[in-house]
């Protein structure tokens, strides 16, 4: 650590990164590194006066706790008159739980942002870093983008920890592991890989820490920067990983032997690796009666088609095939269209791009006009439209159904992804008709084909089609049926449940 004295700049090397024997010194380079910041306190107790030997405890205010720092480190320092020593210290003066040795001037600093106090001692090259943490945190409240009627209530917080904790309490396991990463160089957010040993296979959790450990930036705030840096198929639409606020969720992926990615600062924990059936599946579908389920699995499958081809089908139909069409409802459609001056395409594009400026405007509205503001936007512009002759109304039943299929997806990521592709879908069906409908629906179908996350494909098991993973796929089998773990994520722990394990292994021994 070279240290500015005077107008020179200060830099941070190798050569001088270790913390000196001199207190003065030491407390010298980390006001001029830290620019002498008003927030950071330092506090100096002199210990032996006939040597001048001192000892100082800093902390930056607002991230620590001041009753933990003034209680549990000043007052049992100055209760202590005789040896400083740093192994005194740590045994028989502090009373917080987790201390550690500091050597060098990059970790201290890290603890320092952390909300941690560091103790430093005259003639001792050697800190103490104290958990005093204090940030303020969010209390556990519903999910805001994931309600379920039947469920747990709770959701994950800007905090790390707290969201550990939260799935700890769901799998009390000793095979719950946490890798941990620090990760961008300016703000040095921390990052947890969280999975079970044993059902998660050990080669894609080695390619989600490469791959996190390649990350090379200066900023990390959302789980959404790490998405974007560690996803397959980068220019694809489609998601690739799956992200929730439910812990019960995550609990979940990971007995079915997938990995969780917590970012701290954020409530969306990330889960790798994930296939599309994921986000057309809803935690509540495993705490009710599992043919209720598979009803309403059926009806998300049906909400995704509709709401990707309807509209594309409508200009189809309407510009080339209105053979199609039963004599009485073709005459009440051209009856509508009559006074419309704009052709099937034209008319579409407009709707949809209509309600997609109100879904947005509503969403960035603020809450308590939002809501309102949308839902009177859309009656009245769609009411006024067609009584002035621009649209059909037989085309604002079409974007308004298309709409409310759109809500249907348990994942918004999804959601997004169909109304991005619900425009190109359109163009093409009125080149083409049908026919281009259908061809682009095939692009579409030979694309998520051929993508593969983390080696698993997306498809699975669907393509390539696996009979015994159906069980819990476009149907659900009941809850006792489901006794073993997908096949394509990990083929080391195949079977849920001791007891089911000791029969596998007996028949095979047997057989």
């Known amino acids: 650590m070279s240290v500015s004295k005077g107008n020179d700049t200060s830099h941070i090397n190798a050569t001088e990164d270790c913390l000196h024997r001199s207190l003065a010194k030491n407390i010298k380079i980390i006001k001029q590194t830290l620019g002498n910041s008003d927030d950071i306190i330092i506090r100096q107790l002199v210990i032996d006066e006939a040597q001048n030997q001192s000892i100082a405890i800093l902390y930056i205010d607002g991230l620590s706790d001041k009753t933990a720092i003034s209680d549990a480190i000043i007052d049992k320092l100055l209760l202590n008159t005789n040896d400083f020593t740093i192994e005194h210290i740590k045994a028989s003066c502090l009373t917080i739980g987790d201390v550690k040795d500091i050597t060098q001037f990059m970790t201290l600093y890290q603890t320092l942002l952390n909300g941690d106090a560091v103790i430093l001692i005259d003639n001792c090259v050697t800190g103490i870093a104290t958990n005093t943490k204090h940030a303020k945190d969010r209390a556990v409240m519903e999910p805001s983008t994931e309600s379920v009627i039947r469920g747990p209530r709770e959701a994950f917080t800007e905090t790390l920890r707290t969201n550990t904790a939260l799935i700890r309490r769901k799998i009390k396991s000793p095979n719950l592991w ?24 050990d080669k894609i959790v080695a390619e989600v820490l490469a791959r996190l450990d390649r990350i090379n930036t200066d900023s990390i705030l959302e789980s959404g920067y790490i998405e974007s840096y560690i996803q397959d198929a980068q220019l694809s639409l489609f998601p690739t990983i799956y992200n929730t606020e439910r812990p019960d969720v995550i609990a979940g992926e990971l007995l079915d032997g997938k990995i969780a990615i917590l970012v701290d600062g954020t409530p969306f924990v990330l889960v790798v690796p994930a296939l599309f059936t994921s986000f057309l599946q809803s935690a509540e579908d495993y705490y009710q009666n599992w043919m209720v389920s598979t009803l309403i699995r059926a009806l998300r499958f049906f909400g995704i088609s509709l709401a990707l081809v309807a509209p594309s089908l409508y200009v189809a139909i309407t510009t080339f095939h209105q053979e199609m069409l039963p004599t009485p409802m073709l005459i009440s459609i051209a009856s509508q269209r009559e006074g419309v001056p704009f052709p099937a395409i034209v008319e579409a594009l407009i709707m949809e791009v209509a309600f997609e400026v109100l879904r947005e405007a509503g969403l960035r509205m603020p809450r308590t006009i939002g809501p309102a503001v949308s839902i009177v936007g859309t009656l009245v512009i769609g009411q006024a439209a067609v009584e002035a002759g621009v649209v059909s109304a037989v085309m604002v039943i079409i974007v308004a159904l298309t709409a409310i299929c759109s809500f249907l997806f348990p994942a918004y990521g999804l959601s997004n992804t169909v109304r991005v592709l619900r425009f190109p879908l359109m163009i093409i069906a009125s080149m083409f008709g049908l026919f281009g409908v259908m061809f682009g629906v095939m692009i579409i179908l030979l694309h998520l084909c051929s993508i593969r996350t983390f080696g ?20 659900l089998f009941p809850r006792k049926a489901l006794l073993t773990r997908p096949r394509l994520i990990n083929q080391k722990n195949m079977v849920r449940g001791h007891r089911y394990i000791a029969i596998k292994r007996r028949n095979q021994r047997d057989g």
């Open 178 to 201: 946490i890798k941990s990463r620090i990760i961008g160089e300016v703000t040095q957010t921390d990052v947890s890989v969280m999975y079970i040993n044993g059902i998660a296979s």
């Open 456 to 475: 698993v494909p997306y498809l699975s098991p669907f393509a390539p089609f696996i009979l015994k993973d159906q069980k819990d796929a476009f149907i």
